[in-house]
């Protein structure tokens, strides 16, 4: 299988005037092409700061990172797409023309993209609010709205930063089964960072527990589910239970 993106033994230390943050300690492991990784720690420990490095907008201190086995630098990051926490919607543009920004930017608009573009409106249930503001759009739309706009760009590998953690619980659930989904069947490489435990298990094929600030990796544990689940029915398995409990202990040592 190939690897996507490997970090290699990194290490990261903030720098400010008040002082030093190590925020991350010997960080190592790979994902490969295809799968779905998820990554769980207490909250400040270090995720953010691990996916900035692992899509160039930081450099390690020492150790490094590489994508498909050439260290991350200016070109190769465009095939890195990052998805945040907030959706980054601009209120002043319609939902089309939000989803469309990636493309402006980057010069990629062409009747073939946005060709590409409706159809994923269509596929995703936002063609009918293409010219709505984001505001109109529920929480759960607007986060397909951002998923749009990321995988209009296509990137080899997505990095998703808490990315349902501004919805309210229902949302929630639907929203992670549904881009899941969206992102299994699309084949991508995906890193989902989360502190939500049910989630990491439910969409992730390997769960990656760090430990409290600075950041080392605490354990990692395979997810082996029937292929023809989805995130949502994955929560109904008893095998569910035991990969949650195991992570929980992971993360609660002393419980
Ligand atoms: P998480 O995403 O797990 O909540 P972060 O990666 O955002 O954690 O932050 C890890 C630690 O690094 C925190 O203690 C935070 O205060 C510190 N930190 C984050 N960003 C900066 C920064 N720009 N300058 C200094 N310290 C920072
Ligand atoms: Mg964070």
């Not at 608009?109 to 609010?129: C, N, P, V």
């Amino acid at each position: 299988m190939e690897v996507s993106i490997r970090c290699n033994h990194v290490h990261y230390t903030y720098h400010t005037l008040q002082g030093e943050t190590p925020a991350l300690c010997d960080i190592h492991f790979q994902v490969n092409e295809g799968e779905f990784v998820s990554i769980v720690g207490p909250s400040g420990c270090g995720k953010s700061t691990l996916l900035s490095l692992l899509c160039g907008l930081l450099t390690p201190e020492s150790g490094t990172v590489e994508f498909k086995g050439e260290p991350v630098c200016e070109k190769n990051r465009r095939q890195i797409g990052y998805m945040l926490q907030h959706d980054h919607l601009f209120e002043w543009r319609s939902v089309r023309k939000n989803i469309l920004l990636g493309l402006e930017i980057q010069k990629k608009i062409s009747d073939e993209t946005l060709q590409e573009a409706d159809h994923l409106l269509k596929l995703y249930g936002l063609y009918r609010f293409k010219d709505a503001r984001p505001s109109q759009l529920s929480g759960g739309m607007r986060q397909r709205a951002a998923l749009i706009r990321t995988l209009l760009l296509h990137p080899d590998l997505l990095l998703l930063d808490e990315p349902f953690s501004a919805l309210d619980y229902q949302t929630r659930l639907k929203v992670s089964d549904d881009i899941g989904s969206i992102i299994r069947k699309s084949k991508k490489t995906a890193i989902l960072v989360t502190h939500d435990l049910s989630e990491a298990v439910s969409l992730g094929d390997r769960v990656i527990v760090l430990t409290p600030l600075p950041a080392g990796i605490k354990a990692i544990v395979s997810t082996d589910f029937p292929k023809e689940l989805s995130p949502f029915e994955r929560r109904n398995t008893d095998v569910f239970k035991t990969y949650f409990n195991q992570i929980w202990k992971e993360l609660n040592p002393d419980e």
